[in-house]
């Protein structure tokens, strides 16, 4: 088992900038792709990045130029650095790693931006 706990959500402003950070612990032997998803009230939960164990990342259109993803492989974290915060990336944001085809999910961390 995996656990994830997220941490660094919180209230800012329009153009801010926030940094999540996501710590996995429990039975680790190698964790492949770990990212953050986010659903935002009414709407389905959608990738916002991902990094493979080699430092390959990926990311939704809408956050691209915005938002950095980064890993800690020693220590098995994740982080999400976001800049020029919009309203609408208003959501709860979702630590995942992949380990064994296994996905596993943090609690979930609320981001919220004003305008």
């Known amino acids: 088992q995996v656990q994830l706990v997220e941490s660094g959500g919180g209230l800012v402003q329009s153009g801010g900038s926030l940094r999540l950070s996501c710590a996995a612990s429990?039975?680790?032997?190698?964790?492949?792709?770990m990212g953050w998803y986010r659903q935002a009230p009414g709407k389905q939960r959608e990738l916002v990045a991902k990094i493979t164990s080699a430092g390959s990342t990926n990311y939704v259109d809408s956050v691209k130029g915005r938002f950095t993803i980064s890993r800690d492989n020693a220590k098995n974290n994740v982080y999400l650095q976001m800049n020029s915060l919009k309203p609408e990336d208003t959501a709860v944001y979702y630590c995942n790693a992949v380990q064994r085809l296994i996905n596993y999910w943090g609690q979930g961390i609320q981001v919220t931006v004003s305008s």
């Open positions: 429990g039975t680790i032997s190698r964790l492949n792709t």
